[in-house]
């Protein structure tokens, strides 16, 4: 017989149903659009034009699409016009798919649009090119990751020579500035690139030494000198020399007891 009294009957239980619930990991919840500042331009037939200066009035970035061109055809000059362009199906009444990161590059919209993509700059009862759909999703880096060392160089040696370190601990969203041709002039975009897409940093480490690769994956015997500063105790900047006029730089920060791959400051040589 249960010889407990009916409040510790009821302690007991509440006891054993708090430590069941504290020994199962809780899931995220997905991002709401419902909690951004722009949420109320997210809607069904609204203006692309509209719904675009919303987005980036408050500080969010293009996510650049290398495969724009390709997936557009032709000359494509729309993927300098409209950076966040991934495709289309089609001039006319075609769907476009576009995106866009948050300012803190942890957070992906996708936009799905109708009418094609020109004219997209008109607003008003007049345009031709207006949202169909928007989705958020979290753009986090693996939850299971591992730092090899919190000492950057030992760090940067390892990211630089495993692949799958490289993977980890650059940043889903990697904030880049972009350098557009525009006849005689040419104008710089705040963008962000997504990981798997981001070349901003071709070093590999064999050995003892660090080495260039170019964009066909040969790999320059001659070492490669690093140079690396400290802008603050969190922050690690990571220049080189290789071709160009301007050098390159890659900006890492402290993530906990590692190092995450973040930005690159710095708009393409001319």
């Known amino acids: 017989m249960n010889r407990l009294a009916p409040p510790l009957l009821m302690l007991a239980a509440a006891l054993a149903t708090a430590c069941s619930e504290a020994s199962v ?21 609204q203006p692309y034009a509209t719904v675009r200066a919303a987005i980036l009035a408050a500080g969010w970035r293009p996510i650049v699409t290398e495969a724009c061109a390709e997936n557009v055809g032709g000359e494509a000059a729309i993927c300098r016009e409209l950076p966040e362009l991934e495709a289309c199906s089609g001039t006319g009444e075609g769907f476009c798919r576009l995106a866009f990161g948050s300012s803190d590059a942890r957070q992906a919209l996708t936009l799905r649009t109708v009418g094609g993509h020109e004219g997209w700059a008109t607003t008003g009862e007049a345009a031709t090119v207006r949202l169909d759909r928007a989705d958020l999703v979290a753009a986090d880096p693996p939850a299971d990751r591992v730092c090899g ?17 490289r993977a980890m ?25 997504r990981a798997d897409a981001f070349r901003g940093f071709p070093v590999i ?66």
Do not use: K
Request: hydrophobic share 40%; glycine share 6%; aromatic share 8%.
């Open 149 to 165: 060392s919190s000492d950057f160089v030992t760090f940067l040696e390892t990211f630089a020579g495993d692949p799958s370190v």
């Open 205 to 270: 480490h064999r050995g003892e030494a660090f080495h260039h690769v170019d964009a066909n994956g040969a790999v320059d015997l001659a070492p490669l000198a690093l140079r690396i500063s400290e802008p603050d105790p969190d922050t690690r900047d990571v220049a080189f020399d290789y071709g160009m006029s301007e050098g390159n730089r890659v900006r890492f920060t402290r993530s906990g007891d590692c190092w995450e791959l973040v930005e690159d400051p710095d708009p393409p040589s001319p």
């Open 169 to 193: 601990w650059t940043a889903p969203l990697v904030r880049v500035t972009l350098r557009y041709d525009l006849g005689e002039d040419s104008v710089e975009v705040a963008a962000l690139q």
């Open 25 to 45: 990991p809780s899931t995220p919840s997905p991002p709401s659009i419902a909690t951004l500042p722009f949420a109320a331009q997210l809607v069904a037939g």
